[in-house]
């Protein structure tokens, strides 16, 4: 009955605006057969050749609805304009609005969501992708997690785009492997204007947006605008809520023809219950009901009041761009990036005969007076707080020097890191109260519990020297460039019992990555380009270097890696791009990775936390194909196209446990052979609609290829009407339904595992296996907006 009815819905919007471009036609054509006045003719002509320039610049600028941007670099880039964003739900991430995209892998976790988001581009993890905003490294700068929620509103985002198999040369990321997201905001207005809006759907979800850009303020030449959103909704699966509140601003100068300055602050304060993430039997199991518990009993971790994220994030960056006259040019940048928490999970201590890092403690402090003890029970109920912050600074400088057919340029990007993490444990009481500001848990004559106590610090220089050769008129261009990064990496685990080099670790790195790229130009139309380019990743996250202890054994839960190397990537890309009435690009491509390193995440035992586990997998191979092709506007609608094939390869057996996983061959982890979408969008500068479906194949979960999910198919709608307007006042409607057939699926991993069921070694050792978990996609969501510009 439900499909039945969003089909209805769909007919009757389209119909509508089918009905409405008649009724228009209709007018026009009764209004040709009035006679006009001389004055009213050259007005209707004036007017008639300003909407033909529209018109015209729209054919030339939009194709598929914003769907697909035109590109020339000698790379494959695919790209959303604002066009698409804006007609997309209020409360899209940048991972939601990319799933369209070639090779891309992302699904929404739900209307509304405040924490870091699963990605795979090409087979790659969202740990191995690079993601810039405004040229500013957006990700935690040791795990690579990327918090976009709190980057931007999507109201404000410009433009974003996804290098498939390659690494910006200049681009301030150490963990791109061969991949990279970028995201830029919409700058301030030419001229003075307030846009607000109100949204509200599914689970209770709603959204309260203010912009106020305010021109050019009188003939400085300095723009500026700043907007506040307020979000909130329910935990659509589960019990629990969320809630968001956001900051953007932004202030631009203009000097002199070529030169301007541009300030971007951001800020963002939010809640949320925890996602919890299942199993496959789980999810057999519970389906969508999966999640967050709204009764307590001890023991049981998964109570609301125990589990949830109260993050943060401010940034700011001075953007520079001088033009110095003579081919001379200079791009300077200065940022500052911070990213905080905690986090709290319901957990289950040892009352007596547990662990303080390595060092074993007869029973916690004053236990028989602890809230919630009970002498039947040999484990405490306890929440799980971690507190954490991040902070990455740095300043990037591009010089440019362009003579005649040659354009030089030279990269120098300098970074500081510094993290910090300690967790403590609150006693849980028997209504499933704690209290974050009393006492913590103790043992051994009064040091705190904890298993996580770390600091981290990292210091990196990078240059680029990258040089442009254009001939035969600019038609073929060759581009060589190199980018060498020297990156100095610490950590301290500060633990009971935990000394030496389990205690403190330092690495050092220097990693070169070169890159050729080469195009030409056929006409105005053609294209081909071929390139080789180069990427790394360096070791992320504690686990990388330092060993975590279990609070109920003293014993390593996860091990550094024992031969620590950045990840390293080779790629190779020809493609062909047609720029006309419609716009495409194809590109073969192939890359082999060298120290593929993937993180194992599992649960701990009798916890809602987790733990990492980073697997050197050694070798991996690939190739395939993709295609994206978009149509220019014809009769107000556009269509859009993208697919992906590609094969994975590992190409070793992995050690593991003291033995080797027979992988050598298997497919890589949350690498489908095949995925795609379609767009359709109507726009006609009163109406407007879009509608797109994908599909994502089938996706191993281990190593051992042994448990996967399969394959599903989702769709979208969004439509909406500029209302007439009432005095200076523009007020527009939309309505956006996600997932319209309801669609109950899986849509990638959260954690992989080595295998899922035991298995022998190499050498005859048996190897237990462990259940990956699954991030559940979003359920069917309809969200309705009522905006206005004044």
């Not at 709603?206 to 009188?218: L, M, S």
């Not at 089938?698 to 500029?722: E, F, S």
Request: hydrophobic letters at 35%.
């Amino acid at each position: 009955m439900k499909r039945f009815l969003l089909l209805t819905t769909s007919l009757l919007c389209f119909h509508n605006v089918a009905a409405a471009e008649k009724a228009q036609n209709t007018v026009d054509r009764n209004s040709s057969h009035k006679k006009a006045s001389g004055s009213q003719k050259k007005d209707s002509a004036s007017a008639k050749n300003r909407n033909e320039t529209i018109d015209v610049t729209e054919r030339r600028k939009v194709a598929g609805g914003g769907m697909m941007v035109r590109h020339t670099i000698a790379k494959t880039v695919s790209s959303l304009s604002h066009n698409y964003i804006a007609m997309q739900s209020p409360t899209s991430t940048i991972e939601s609005l990319i799933s369209t995209l070639p090779g891309v892998v992302s699904a929404s976790e739900g209307p509304l969501t405040t924490s870091f988001s699963t990605l795979h581009i090409r087979g790659m993890a969202q740990a191995e992708i690079g993601v810039t905003f405004e040229g500013m490294p957006a990700a935690n700068p040791f795990t690579y997690s990327t918090y976009t929620p709190s980057l931007v509103d999507s109201q404000n985002m410009g433009q974003v785009n996804v290098m498939q198999g390659a690494v910006d040369i200049n681009s301030p990321t150490y963990n791109a492997t061969g991949a990279e997201i970028s995201a830029s905001i919409r700058g301030p207005a030419e001229h003075q204007n307030v846009h607000v809006a109100g949204s509200g759907g599914s689970y209770g979800t709603n959204k309260d947006f203010i912009r106020y850009d305010t021109g050019e303020i009188g003939h400085t030449g300095v723009r500026a605008f700043a907007s506040g959103s307020y979000s909130r909704g329910d935990m659509w699966r589960g019990v629990g809520d969320i809630e968001r509140w956001h900051v953007d601003a932004a202030l631009a100068k203009r000097w002199a023809a070529g030169s301007d300055s541009k300030i971007i602050f951001g800020w963002t304060k939010a809640a949320q219950g925890e996602w919890l993430y299942p199993s496959l039997a789980n999810w057999k199991k519970y389906g969508m009901k999966y999640g967050l518990d709204d009764q307590y009993s001890p023991g049981a971790t998964h109570y609301v009041g125990l589990n949830g994220k109260n993050t943060g994030a401010v940034y700011g960056t001075l953007k520079n761009h001088f033009s110095f006259g003579h081919g001379l040019s200079l791009d300077a940048q200065a940022y500052s990036v911070e990213f905080h928490g905690p986090y709290y999970y319901g957990a289950n201590i040892p009352v007596k005969n547990g662990y303080v890092g390595a060092q074993a403690y007869n029973s916690l402090d004053n236990y028989q007076n602890l809230p919630g003890y009970d002498p039947t029970n040999k484990n405490l109920t306890a929440a799980e707080v971690s507190n954490w912050y991040t902070l990455s600074s740095g300043l990037v400088l591009t010089g440019h020097w362009q003579h005649k057919f040659n354009t030089l340029s030279l990269t120098y990007w300098y970074s500081y890191a510094q993290e910090a993490a300690q967790m403590r444990f609150y006693p849980v009481n028997n209504r499933g109260q704690w209290n974050g500001n009393g006492a913590a848990l103790t043992a051994n004559g009064g040091i705190p519990l904890s298993e996580d106590n770390e600091n981290g610090l990292q210091q990196l220089n990078s240059f680029a020297l990258d040089d442009k050769m254009s001939f035969l008129h600019g038609r073929l261009t060759i581009d060589a460039g190199i980018r060498m990064a020297m990156a100095n990496r610490q950590y301290t685990q500060d633990l009971p019992g935990v000394l030496g080099t389990n205690y403190k670790s330092i690495k050092n790195v220097f990693v070169p990555s070169p890159q050729v790229l080469i195009n030409y130009h056929f006409n105005s139309h053609h294209q081909i380009y071929v390139n080789g380019t180069t990427g790394y990743h360096l070791p992320g996250a504690l686990s990388s270097q330092l060993a975590s202890y279990s609070r109920t054994t003293g014993k390593a839960q996860s091990l550094p890696l024992a031969d620590y190397k950045p990840e390293y990537m080779i790629t190779e890309e020809l493609g062909y791009r047609y720029n006309g009435f419609f716009m495409g690009n194809v590109a073969g491509f192939h890359y082999n990775v060298s120290n593929h390193q993937i993180s194992a995440q599992s649960y701990v035992e009798g916890s809602t936390s987790t733990i990492s586990q980073l697997i050197n997998a050694g070798g991996l191979e690939a190739y395939g194909i993709q295609a994206e092709i978009a149509t220019r506007p014809w009769h107000h609608v556009s269509a859009y196209a993208s697919g992906q094939y590609m094969h994975t390869r590992n190409g070793n057996n992995i050690a593991y446990s003291g033995d080797y996983l027979r992988t050598k061959g298997k497919e890589e982890v949350g690498a489908p052979k095949y995925s795609g979408s379609l767009g359709l969008t109507y726009n006609d500068g009163t109406w407007f609609g879009n509608f797109t479906l994908s599909y994502t194949g089938a996706q191993y979960a281990t190593l051992m290829n042994d448990q996967h999910i399969p394959g599903y198919i989702t769709a979208n709608l969004g439509v909406g009407r500029t209302l007439p307007k009432i005095g200076r006042v523009t007020p527009k409607i939309k309505l956006n339904l996600v997932n319209l057939g309801d669609e109950h699926y899986l849509s990638s991993m959260y954690g992989y595992t080595a295998a899922a069921s035991t298995q022998k070694g190499v050498f005859g050792t048996t190897i237990k296996g462990a259940n990956p978990t699954y991030v559940i996609g979003s359920p069917f969501v309809a969200m309705g907006t009522i905006s206005a510009d004044f």
